[in-house]
């Protein structure tokens, strides 16, 4: 059987981001709607229930919460999410466990509370080491708790830690990308992500940006500060093996992601949270109080639901895996599909050995194009 995951949806942020058009909620925007940790943590049971009767007892290879700010809630009632899903379904031998947390709302205490209750890894939000940029983020947590915090899950016996990064936001310079790089690799973590910045509609980075506050992320500068991650962590031993992420070690992949890239199944639990289970997706309502409700009233959380078809499976197959160092199977192409991919060879977009294509870091660079070119020439 495929690999088999449970994400976590915790909906509750301290403050939102500027940029952040996650399905999260502060305090304030709940305010009157009945919403809390404790309701979600009802609720999340109630739909473990649910899944169990679909799955059966089906051990989970990785779990992974997050958010939102599941740090928020605590190293105690994160443990009882990770008990309730042992419970229910069952741990794989050696499974993977993920929590995201931001910097803020964790310590010593936290970290070792983590590793009590079962977690393996950590995933932490540092985004940038540069204060005027977490403010144009408007990220709240002090430019060096990121590190600190790191350091602090490594010490309390966390297997794996991860740091995210975003780059290219308005006003960064190379310098303040050089500076987040130097305080990540002082940190000694395993794994580190790292994204673009992408100023999504409806949020208000994006209102800033239309009212000429802020200068639109360039692309080009984007691309020059990719190329700068990759060397920076490149030689200091981590290496790429998806297009946003590097890694030490091939035990220090998200085994959780690989899953999502690698046409696993997975089952989300919480408000808004997406599923996957043989070729079937479905999403949950959105809203914690309404997500609480129908599970409390019985009925099923599901908002929507797809079949996928035979051509959209095939288009996620190469889209997904032509972003793994592992590289696409020349196999998932036809005749025409692989001429494509020895055009793109030649343009140095991919590196063709054996019987699978891999980009070249210029191909990482423009992989939605080079998809798309695979794609024009391979029908289903």
């Known amino acids: 059987m495929p690999p088999f995951g449970i994400y976590v949806h915790v909906p509750f942020c301290a403050a939102r981001c500027g940029y952040c058009d996650f399905n999260t909620y502060t305090a304030s925007e709940l305010d009157g709607s009945g919403a809390s940790p404790d309701g979600w943590l009802d609720a999340v049971r109630r739909e473990l229930d649910r899944a169990a009767a679909v799955v059966g007892r089906r051990p989970v290879d990785t779990v992974f919460v997050g958010g939102g700010t599941p740090s928020l809630l605590g190293a105690d009632r994160l443990g009882v999410v990770l008990g309730a899903v042992r419970d229910t379904l069952g741990l794989a031998p050696g499974a993977e466990v993920t929590t995201e947390s931001n910097p803020e709302s964790t310590s010593p205490e936290f970290f070792a509370g983590l590793v009590d209750a079962g977690f393996t890894r950590v995933s932490l939000g540092m985004q940038s080491a540069a204060p005027h940029v977490l403010a144009v983020l408007d990220r709240r947590h002090t430019p060096g708790r990121a590190v600190d915090a790191a350091r602090e899950a490594r010490a309390a016996g966390l297997a794996h830690v991860n740091l995210d990064l975003i780059y290219g936001t308005p006003g960064e310079t190379d310098d303040d990308l050089a500076a987040s790089l130097d305080a990540v690799l002082d940190a000694g973590v395993d794994h580190v992500s790292a994204y673009s910045l992408i100023v999504e509609d409806g949020t208000a980075m994006a209102r800033r940006v239309a009212r000429g506050e802020l200068p639109a992320p360039d692309d080009d500068v984007a691309a020059a500060r990719y190329e700068l991650i990759d060397d920076r962590l490149t030689a200091a031993g981590l290496g790429w093996y998806e297009v946003s992420n590097w890694a030490a070690t ?25 599923s996957h289970l043989d070729g079937a997706r479905w999403w949950n309502v959105k809203h914690p109080a309404r997500y609480a409700a129908v599970l409390g009233a019985g009925e099923s959380p599901e908002a929507g639901r797809e079949e996928l078809t035979a051509a959209e499976r095939h288009t996620e197959r190469v889209m997904l895996r032509l972003r793994l160092a592992s590289g696409l199977p020349l196999d998932l192409l036809d005749d025409a599909g692989r001429a494509a991919a020895a055009r793109a060879a030649d343009d140095r977009l991919l590196r063709v050995a054996g019987d699978r294509a891999v980009l070249t870091r210029r191909g990482r660079l423009l992989a939605d194009g080079v998809v798309h070119a695979l794609l024009a020439a391979t029908p289903v």
């Open 250 to 274: 091939a035990a220090a992949e998200c085994r959780h992601n690989l899953g999502y890239w690698l046409d696993g199944d997975w089952w989300g639990l919480g408000p808004g949270a997406h």
